[in-house]
T-cell receptor, first 118, second 114 residues
Framework: DGGITQSPKYLFRKEGQNVTLSCEQN?????MYWYRQDPGQGLRLIYY???????QKGDIAEGYSVSREKKESFPLTVTSAQKNPTAFYLC?????????????????FGSGTQLSVL | KQEVTQIPAALSVPEGENLVLNCSFT??????LQWFRQDPGKGLTSLLL?????REQTSGRLNASLDKSSGRSTLYIAASQPGDSATYLC?????????????FGTGTRLKVLA
């Protein structure tokens, strides 16, 4: 079955540690996104990628880094510079990234990773 | 700056009721609006997408309407069931050049009582 797989489901970070969240999709989608969800707040965009080897900062990119070396994969690293990393992290994708006439596409989400600080 | 608001934050209804969830946005320059469902501890599932040129979309017991000029959308759920209990979020895609962002509301947490 096609979909987006996020791992791990739960992750704990020690102070000063970098951690990496995995996101893999087999939908053949060009565009991928990372969102952060905090209780009582809407989803906030961290980074997005429209095509392989290209990505842009979202609204809250500080303390995070990403790579897009393969179409299927868009890992997110939460660095020690992110002082408040506890949140639910969601990866999403949509079929086409750079085709500007195709804005009306649904977003598909993974099942999320809950990151907590030890 | 585009802002999306969903009121109420939480709603409880008895099984079988028809109900309406509300979503409002401040800037009418959007490509589309999507409604999502989120179960606790899970990702989001897209329910309906309404393009800016459309007035409504239907899927089964769900009907979403869009009034772009007034900055409002509603999600109508007919004959609610306990399985409809979840958080419902709306999101708009602004017509901002070069951006692929969606702006999300904070959601309405729905509980349907058996």
């Amino acid at each position: 079955d096609g979909g987006i797989t996020q791992s791990p489901k739960y992750l704990f970070r020690k102070e000063g540690q970098n951690v990496t969240l995995s996101c893999e999709q087999n939908l053949n989608h060009d565009a991928m996104y990372w969102y952060r969800q905090d209780p009582g707040q809407g989803l906030r965009l961290i980074y997005y990628s429209q095509i392989v080897n290209d990505f842009q900062k979202g609204d809250i990119a500080e303390g995070y880094s990403v790579s897009r070396e393969k179409k299927e994969s868009f890992p997110l690293t939460v660095t020690s510079a992110q002082k408040n990393p506890t949140a639910f992290y969601l990866c999403a994708s949509s079929p086409h990234g750079r085709r500007t006439t195709l804005y009306n596409e649904k977003l598909f989400f993974g099942s999320g990773t809950q990151l907590s600080v030890l | 700056k585009q802002e999306v608001t969903q009121i109420p934050a939480a709603l409880s209804v008895p099984e079988g009721e028809n109900l309406v969830l509300n979503c409002s946005f401040t800037d009418s320059a959007i490509y589309n609006l999507q409604w999502f469902r989120q179960d606790p501890g899970k990702g989001l599932t897209s329910l309906l997408l309404i393009q800016s040129s459309q007035r409504e979309q239907t899927s089964g017991r769900l009907n979403a309407s869009l009034d772009k000029s007034s900055g409002r959308s509603t999600l109508y759920i007919a004959a609610s069931q306990p399985g409809d209990s979840a958080t419902y979020l709306c999101a708009v895609r602004p017509q901002t050049s070069g951006t692929y962002k969606y702006i999300f509301g904070t959601g309405t947490r729905l509980k349907v009582l058996a």
